[in-house]
């Protein structure tokens, strides 16, 4: 039943009584349980009485008034006050007459102890482009045509199909100029651009860093203000769904880069939403994040954990988003995170674990794989903390992966070390493997590793010009062939001498140069490599799809590993060589089956390799009939992989 149809409204009034909640949203909100507030709160478009405008709903629960003020009334004070609830619900609501899409506002609140703020609507859908900071009213109809993809991403996204994916800050992937930081190609260019070198890389996913709308560029979007509104540096909400309806009908999966972690102190955002803590932790001993000068959610309050569920509901639904990648996990998690002994206060239980926090991100993961099954949550959590892609059924946090951040430091531990000295340290390459099956992983290679002073991957490797291109390739080899999904960041793969710069432009002028155009086809050979065998990804989080063949060979730097899937027919063999040493006829043990070919070699002179170990034709003796047992001989080049079937 609509509001009108059991309410008297009061149209002589600049703002009309309205009301969108029923008593149930009431208690859901207060009860952290509300995951579809975005339907109730903000500003929305409605034809009411035969007039059209927009009704507006906003928490703030220690307010004593709140307005709505604007370009429709001229930013003035007090002349459109919304209307408290009488349940001391906090809600402030009410509908403006003639109100327009498009239009600019802000909320003036007058909030604790008499404290006046001005903030931006939490709940906007689109906000002005920096460094403005009002909030825009905005509908959000758009034409999908990603039926077939809707349809089928439970295959896409699937955790027994392949996962490549391409780590992507809009704003700097490629500019209208390079050495112009304010100037963006919109969401539709950057469709029109995007889509069809994911697709000819081969990539089957695209990770979007942060695109909820922030203030300040050089946060990267990580210090967010706006939870439900794609920001305005690359055009309107339906361009980005443009973006991403384009990707869908080439069945290119998208994930969003979330962040219910923390929220920067911006006069207009959350920080002090009422003129008091009203989202974040009161004690700051919980509630500020000293590294980042930022503030944590308090995850304690119901109201707060409905706005959270509400964003990650509001783009799973209105944006078709395949998945999220949740920002900062163990921060939200350890009430010591960051902080020195007397910084912190344990919880009830003596223990450093943010109980409130881990509830919610139980409560997040069970909402998104019940509304939302054919989707991924994927943890950025950067500890040995137990459980993570464990069960919430059975004490786990429920996520569908985590980032393998142990692998990432440990293989560049091995591989920046020169080729002597890797024989000795070869437990930093295989120790992967002892812990792989604790949790469900997903390999990094992402932003964090090619900022601050940490040299673009290129430069992390030992050796000359071309050694540092085959050790590059290795690792890269490597990666695919492991165990877990992967995920690598935008201009790694063509494998950029520069760090990233968000203030400019991937290095694109480096493709004319053979080294960089050979790094980037043999990238994509491995995305299609990778996508083609079921062998690497049918059983990638399984212990039956991967055992050591040979370990055996330290001094001559050779490891041989095999990938399987369920047709043992299709089972992959991987050699690896780390050493600066070419082998010619090396002789390998392997169980099935007589013949054998090689499907890709990281040393083939398309790739700028020297071309000269190719294994055309590989010779197989028999060593054991009954056990169908082979021998079988390979080239192996220095610092190169061969992958064979």
């Given amino acids: 039943m609509a509001y009108e149809d059991d309410n008297f409204i009061d149209t002589t009034k600049m703002v009309w009584n309205y009301s969108f909640f029923s008593q ?17 709160f903000g500003s929305h478009f409605l034809h009411l009485l035969n007039e059209d405008g927009y009704y507006f709903a906003v928490w703030a629960p220690n307010a004593t008034a709140v307005c709505v003020i604007g370009e429709f009334n001229g930013w003035k004070n007090n002349l459109h006050p919304l209307f408290v609830r009488q349940d001391k ?97 919109s969401y539709s260019e950057i469709a029109d651009r995007l889509m069809p070198y994911v697709k000819a890389m081969g990539y089957t996913h695209v990770e979007f860093m942060p695109i909820t709308e922030y203030p300040y560029d050089g946060s990267w979007g990580y210090q967010c203000t706006g939870f439900f509104a794609a920001t305005a540096r690359y055009g309107t ?59 944590i959610f308090n995850y304690k309050r119901g109201e707060v954990r409905s706005f959270l569920l509400s964003s990650a509901h ?92 142990g692998w990432m430091h440990d293989s560049f531990s091995y591989f920046k070390k020169n080729w002597d000295e890797r024989k000795n340290v070869q437990n930093d390459f295989t120790f992967s493997m002892m812990y792989f099956f604790d949790e ?118 050779i490891l041989v590993y095999r990938r399987m899937c369920k047709d043992k027919s299709k089972d992959i063999v991987v050699v690896i060589n780390t050493s600066n040493t070419s082998y010619l006829n090396w002789e390998i043990n392997l169980q099935g089956k007589i013949s054998w070919k090689e499907l890709l070699n990281s040393d083939d002179v398309n790739y700028w390799g020297s071309g000269n170990f190719k294994n055309t034709n590989i010779i197989s003796e028999i060593v054991d009939k009954k056990k169908k047992l082979y021998k079988i001989k390979l080239n192996i080049a220095a610092l190169s992989s061969v992958i064979i079937k």
């Fill in 24 to 40: 149930k949203d009431l208690s859901l909100f207060a009860k952290g349980k509300l995951f579809f507030a975005h339907e109730k």
């Fill in 89 to 185: 619900s906090g809600i402030w609501e009410g509908f403006i007459p003639r109100m327009p899409e498009g239009a600019l506002y802000k909320y003036q609140i007058k909030g604790f102890d008499g404290i006046e703020t001005f903030k931006a609507d939490p709940y906007a859908n689109y906000s002005e482009l920096r460094p403005g900071t009002a909030s825009i009213t905005k509908k959000l109809h758009y034409h999908w045509n990603d039926d077939d993809w809707m349809l089928n991403r439970k295959n896409y996204n699937s955790l027994s199909a392949p996962w490549s994916v391409y780590e992507i800050h809009l704003g700097s992937w490629m500019r209208p100029q390079k050495d112009k930081p304010n100037l963006f190609n």
């Fill in 237 to 295: 909400p339906q361009d980005l769904m443009n973006l991403i309806n384009k990707l869908h009908e080439n069945n290119i999966g998208v994930i969003l880069d979330w962040v219910p972690s923390h929220f920067p102190a911006d006069a207009h955002g959350l920080y002090k939403f009422d003129g008091t803590h009203t989202y974040e932790y009161g004690d700051m001993r919980k509630g500020f994040h000293k590294d980042w000068n930022s503030y």
């Fill in 314 to 405: 509001f783009w799973l639904k209105y944006f078709h988003i395949d998945g999220l990648r949740v920002d900062a996990v163990n921060s939200i998690i350890r009430l010591d995170f960051s902080r020195a002994e007397g910084e912190w206060e344990p919880n009830e239980k003596g223990g450093n674990d943010n109980e409130e926090a881990i509830s919610f991100l139980q409560d997040f993961n069970t909402m998104v794989y019940k509304e939302f099954p054919d989707t991924q949550t994927i943890a950025e959590e950067a500890s040995d903390w137990s459980g993570i892609t464990k069960s919430i059924s059975k004490n786990g946090f429920g996520f569908g992966m985590k980032w393998m951040m």
């Fill in 440 to 557: 469900k992983f997903m390999l990094p290679l992402s932003h964090d590793e090619v900022v601050h002073g940490k040299s673009p991957m290129l430069y992390k490797m030992p050796g000359n010009e071309f050694q540092k291109f085959a050790n590059l390739r290795l690792l890269y080899a490597c990666m695919y062939t492991h165990m877990g999904a992967k995920i690598n960041f935008m201009g790694n793969e063509f494998a950029q001498t520069n760090e990233w710069n968000y203030d400019s432009e991937l290095q694109w002028e480096l493709l004319q140069y053979p080294a960089h155009n050979g790094m980037q086809e043999f990238v994509r050979s491995l995305n299609f490599l990778y996508k083609n065998e079921q062998a690497l990804y049918q059983l990638q989080f399984d212990k039956k799809g991967f055992i050591w063949e040979s370990v055996a060979n330290e001094n001559e730097g």
